[in-house]
């Protein structure tokens, strides 16, 4: 697909965007309401357990579309509309949200955020809970490093490594995460495209220290990471899907509550008037 073809491609899906976004402002199901842009159903079911049903509207919808969304529609609507939205490397490499309606995650993503600051059996529930001793989310991040280090380099250098042709929970149960080398080989491998050069990644790697290793860490990655360990200890007989869903649906206000992206919502709620959150119990 060529860039002509792709920009209009994209200048469509905005104009789609804006249209359904305006209907809903005319719609019963937004009176009163606050919509909420976020970024996929995963998004919308956590986020349907932290905010108030009576005062939101969760609309799933592709990442590329918020800013233009959020930046046409506050010229009508300037308080009752915001965007809840995955970091990805903004919060590693100090990039402020672009506008004060859009939120960024704590951690790299909802799946790391998720997981921050909680063990595991917080957030798995009654059914997985006696599976979980021995699992640590910054031990398995530590072990993820590696791979977290050339996706950040990735995202900022614009080396076309296809991560999407790999599987986690193989290459962590065959041991590669461990093997920054082998690891580097095998990521070039399935990506045909990519410039990627080991000296440069070795240089970027040194020069990007970072205080928060969940900033760069994918939640696909730690949940792929977090299910090989549950399985093992369980047997076998486990699907990741429902693992995933039950992480998701026990996402509760109380853990919520504990971090800085409830605390920012809380301080727009305020200035804007307006009362979205759910209290914790």
Known sequence: MNNTIRSEIIRHGQGAALSEVYLLFQSR??????????????????????????????????ISFHQIVLSEVEKKFPTRIISLRDADFNNAN?????????????AHDLETMICQNHCIGEIVGEEYNSYCDGIDIYQLSEILKDYSYMKWYNYNNHRNLAFKNLN?????????????????????????????????????????????????????????????????RKGGNLLKKNLKKTILSNYSVQLFCGTYLYSKLAQWCNNNNQNILRLPS
């Open 29 to 62: 199901d937004l009176r009163n309401k606050v919509l909420v842009l976020v970024e996929g159903p995963d998004d919308k079911l956590v986020y349907s357990n932290v905010l108030k049903e009576d005062a939101v509207y969760l609309l799933p919808k592709n």
């Open 94 to 106: 100090l990039n402020p949200p672009p506008c004060a309606s859009m939120f960024f995650t704590d």
């Open 168 to 232: 986690t929970i193989s290459l962590y149960e065959e041991g590669l995460l461990g093997q920054r080398d082998k690891l580097f080989v095998k990521v070039k491998g399935v990506s045909p495209n990519n410039t990627a050069k080991q000296e440069e990644l070795d240089s970027f790697q040194n020069s990007h220290s970072i205080v928060e290793i969940l900033s760069i860490t994918n939640g696909h990655d730690l949940m792929d990471c977090v299910y090989c360990e549950i399985q093992k």
